[in-house]
T-cell receptor, first 113, second 111 residues
Framework: DGGITQSPKYLFRKEGQNVTLSCEQN?????MYWYRQDPGQGLRLIYY???????QKGDIAEGYSVSREKKESFPLTVTSAQKNPTAFYLC????????????FGDGTRLSIL | EDQVTQSPEALRLQEGESSSLNCSYT??????LFWYRQDPGKGPEFLFT???AGEEKEKERLKATLTKKESFLHITAPKPEDSATYLC????????????FGAGTRLFVKA
């Protein structure tokens, strides 16, 4: 079955530590996205990538970094510069960025130790 | 600025009690409006895309409709397994590719 796999499901970060969230898709989609979901708020876009080796900042990119070296993979690093990282992180993909529904993984919940 | 507002924040229904969820949006030219279902601890699952006013889509007990200012998700004779958070999202022409998500409506259906 095609889909998006996020790992780990739960992640804990210590002060001053960078952590990386994995996102892999086998849908052959060109576009991939990272969102942050906080209680009572809509999904907020962190980064997106329209094609391999290209990515752009979203609305809340500060303290995060990404790479897109392969079509299937779009890892997100939460750096120590992100002062409020506790949230539910969702990765999504779509055929392209215009007018296409996004398909989501099951998320990674990040907490601070 | 593109904006999406969903109401109510939460809705409690008895099994079989039909109702509607509202999604009001502000965009300068609508490319598409999307409905998703999200279960606790899971990612959103795509339900429908609507592109123009007057369009309707149906899936089992769910029916989505679209006007120039809002969309409704009608739930007919809901069952407990319909309990979830329903998210609305829009993509407009001026926002480029960006999809704006509402905060969602949490639906609880009691047996």
């Amino acid at each position: 079955d095609g889909g998006i796999t996020q790992s780990p499901k739960y992640l804990f970060r210590k002060e001053g530590q960078n952590v990386t969230l994995s996102c892999e898709q086998n849908l052959n989609h060109d576009a991939m996205y990272w969102y942050r979901q906080d209680p009572g708020q809509g999904l907020r876009l962190i980064y997106y990538s329209q094609i391999v080796n290209d990515f752009q900042k979203g609305d809340i990119a500060e303290g995060y970094s990404v790479s897109r070296e392969k079509k299937e993979s779009f890892p997100l690093t939460v750096t120590s510069a992100q002062k409020n990282p506790t949230a539910f992180y969702l990765c999504a993909s779509s055929i392209d960025t215009i007018n296409q529904p996004q398909h989501f993984g099951d998320g990674t919940r990040l907490s601070i130790l | 600025e593109d904006q999406v507002t969903q109401s109510p924040e939460a809705l409690r229904l008895q099994e079989g009690e039909s109702s509607s969820l509202n999604c009001s949006y502000t965009v300068s030219g609508l490319r598409g409006l999307f409905w998703y279902r999200q279960d606790p601890g899971k990612g959103p699952e795509f339900l429908f895309t609507l592109y123009s006013a007057g369009e309707e889509k149906e899936k089992e007990r769910l029916k989505a409709t679209l006007t120039k200012k809002e969309s409704f998700l009608h739930i007919t004779a809901p069952k407990p397994e319909d309990s979830a958070t329903y998210l609305c999202a829009v993509q407009g022409y001026t926002g480029g590719f960006k999809t704006i998500f509402g905060a969602g409506t949490r639906l609880f259906v009691k047996a």
